[in-house]
Each structure stands twice: as C-alpha cells, then as structure tokens.
C-alpha cells in the first residue's frame, strides 16, 4: 500500500507569488476571454429582480459596514480551546456571521513556539529550500516538515476541526461527507520577519476565482444560485451540500486548490499583534459574498469626485442610483483571471469599504488558531512593523468528500516521496531535504484519528452518524486502498 512511485516533477515550479498576479507582477489591467461575457450573460434570468436586489445590498451594505469601522477588531469571536464542547451560543452564532473565529490554546504555547524553532533548524540544514521573497524569506516551500506534521495531527487540532465544521449543515439528509472525519491538507509555513514589506498581499479569496460565475465551476454544486436569482438575503454560505459537487480549480494553476476547505487557517507561533505582520478578514461573510458576486454586472454612472481621503469614496458616487447594468459584452469579472485566486481592491469594490472594513486580527499567542470560512476575503499586513518573527503553519479544517479523499490519496504518495502536494507548484520539493519525517515517524507521532485523516489507517466505517456518512467511509477505504 505505501510502495512510493517515480517521482513526478512535471508540474512548474514557483513559490506562493505564483498563487496571486498582485506577487507575480503580471498585468492587473489583462482582459479575460470573451467567452466570459458569455459566462456572465448566461446567469442573468431577471434583470429586474437582481438590479432590486443589488440595490438591497448596497443599503444594507452601508449600513452593515459603519458596524464594522466601529467595532474593528472586537467583531471576532473568540473561544478558549477548553470550552469548545460547551460553546456558548453566542460564538456560534457570531462565526456564522462573521465567518472568522480564534480559538484560544489549542496547542500548548511552548510546543507551538518550538514548532517554529525547529522550522528553522530544518531550513538551515536544507539550503536548497525555496521560499518568497528570495531576498528576505517568509513564506517557506515546505511540507512535510516535522513541526507541520505534528501540528497537523495534533489531536486537539482534530478536535478544533472537527468543532468548526460542526457549523455546516445538509439540506441533503445523507450527504456523502463527514465532518466527524477530518483530512490533513498539507499546506506551507510563514516565518515573516519585522520589516518585510515583501510578502504584502492585499484583499483575496482563495479557492479559484472565475470558478465562482462558471457553470462547471461553483456551478455544478449551484452554489451561488440565490444570489445570481436576486435572492442573496436566502444565500446560505453554511449550506454544505451545494459544495460538494463544485469545482474550484478549473484551470490547474499553481496557486489552486482543489481540496473543499471549509475553513482555512493557521496555528500561530508567535506573539502577534495587529500591524505585526498578521491577518486581516472583512467579517461580512454574507454581504461581501453577495457583493463580490454581483459586482461585475454593474458599473457607475459617474465616476468619483476627489474624496476627502484617498480611502474614502462620497455617497453619490455609491448611492444605488449611480450603478447601472454594465456593458453585456465585456468579460469583465474584476480581480478574477484563471488559474488565479480571487483579488479584490477598493477601486473595483468600493462598497465594501475595504480600507476600513479589513480589520486584524486581535493579539495572538503562539498556540492559538485562526479560522475563516472559505468564502471570506482575508489579506496580510502590508509591512511588518512590529518587533519579532510573525510565525504561522497553515492548517485549514477539510472535511471527508469523495473529492477530497482522493486528493487526500494523492498527497499520501507525494508525501512518501518528499515533493510538493498537487496544489502547489512542483520540483523535487522536500525529496533529498536531511531530516524529513517517514512513514514510520509519522505512525508514532500521529494517533488513530490523525493517521486515518492522512490515509495510514483505515476509516471506522460503523461510527458513520447516518448512511451518507458511512458510504463516504467505505469509499475512503476504496480508495486509500484498505
């Protein structure tokens, strides 16, 4: 079952700057395909009903985001580790709304903060490991480190998972999928110092981008339906079953993924701060979702004045009755380009109100995890002003779907080669790094529940909760080869 295949180094190789044109440097002004034009005609059924609805989400959206400038960071919830099997529900209801959450401890802060301390240890002794920027690295090429596989399968980190996931729900009663069953996705390592200015990367979403309008994109699972009939106010970013037939990587780019995160997030290892090079999210999971969605079809009557302040547009220019239908034969979807993830900038979103509604993250300690739903737009400061390393292992909580399971095959074996996961750009990786973890580290770091979401172990097909579940279990076991 383990017996490793011949490396394949096929894929180009890069770094994180090849996720985002913001990073790469190439053109943010590049027109897209025509066929696009084509692509935004076809979800437009009721003219009148989604410009109505827009302009509902304007309204609502000045509204919602004068909450945000005035709360700032207080807006995130937050949670100790130890009292997620009791969570109040206020968090609950919170994180659906805001779509970001910390839970507090989850690993204990001197294991977290030597996870760091060992990252460094593993790049000194492996030269040859690529990272970006080159002249001040920050965002490591790595993978199967041994700080990040213990992290990953750490079993407070499985609880945490699991926990966060718990706020999806099924129209579908036996939905082939298991939240109970978390899959390791593995992911790279920040280790940003004060100062850096390189690894500046502004509003985005991850997870595809022109994906979102495409029919054999989100559009397989109807995703996005409510908001594309006018209806965002019944768009439902918790509703799990849309997702599972979607897909977000239609294009093979290197910055793509293709496994369904239902949160993305990271285990902090060090003490950060807001402007010390840390996390910011827009906390409006619902409205910026539906706004960003919406966005392309609609465009100024008259542009904007000089504002008072260059992050400041006036009321005229975002009132509803200046936004009219966009010329239907552009393929204009702003910030979106395949193989890409999704950008979003105040000029091409300016109701979002992006200079004042992207709010930090609060004081974090080496040990907490941040988590945001998949949907929410997110950025990293733009400099790192503060005085000592911002240090993170990106770990975000996946589910057990037929896709992702069979990613999850995949990444077993790139694992037991040492090179990079699928979604990442290729190379021989970690292949002749001195130090990295086998198969039989991992069977003796990792307990039963980490070694089955990372394919080592059979899945307990009998603690499935209804039959979608336990079908989701058998077919795990099909394909891990049990």
Known sequence: MLRTRTINIARKEGDISSVFRSLSGSDEAERLPQRFADVKRSLVRDRDALHASWDRLLVKLRDETQIVKAQGSSCIPQIDFADIQNAPSEFSS??????????????????????????????????????????????????????????????????????????????????????????????????????????????HIDGGSVERWEKEGYGKGHVYDKVFEGKWEEFDPWELST???????????????????????????????????????????????????????????????????????????????????????????????????????????????LPHTMVHVPQIKPGDYVAWHCDTIHAVDMVHEGQSDSSVMYIPACPMTKSNVEYARQQREEFLQGIPPADFPGGVGESQHVGRPDVNAVMAMAGQDALRGFGLAPFAVSEGRNEGERVMLKYGNEVMGF
């Open 243 to 353: 997702r599972l037939d979607a897909t977000q990587d239609l294009y093979q780019g290197a910055g793509a993924c293709s496994m369904f995160r239902m949160f993305q997030g990271w285990l902090s290892m060090s003490h950060t701060g807001p402007r010390e090079g840390t996390l910011l999210v827009n906390p409006l999971l619902s409205l910026s979702t539906a706004y960003y969605l919406l966005r392309p079809f609609f465009t100024p009557k008259r542009q904007p004045t000089q504002p008072s302040s260059p992050s400041d547009y006036l009321s005229e220019y975002l009132a509803p009755d200046n936004w009219v239908w966009a010329d239907e034969t552009s393929p204009n979807i702003q910030g979106a380009w395949p193989g890409n993830s999704q950008e979003l900038n105040h000029t091409w979103h300016p109701h979002l109100d």
């Open 94 to 203: 919170a994180l659906r709304k805001r779509g970001v959450a910390i839970v507090r401890g989850v690993v204990p802060e001197k294991e977290a903060r030597g996870f760091k301390e060992e990252t460094e240890r593993y790049v000194a002794a492996n030269p040859s490991t690529k990272a970006f920027p080159a002249d001040n690295p920050a965002v490591f090429e790595l993978y199967w480190s041994r700080p990040q596989l213990a992290g990953r399968l750490h079993q407070n980190m499985l609880d945490v998972q699991r926990f966060l996931m718990s706020h999806y729900h099924s129209q579908t009663p036996h939905a082939m999928c298991s939240t109970q069953q978390p899959l390791v996705y593995a992911d790279r390592i920040r280790i940003r110092q004060p100062g850096d200015a390189g690894f500046a990367l502004g509003p």
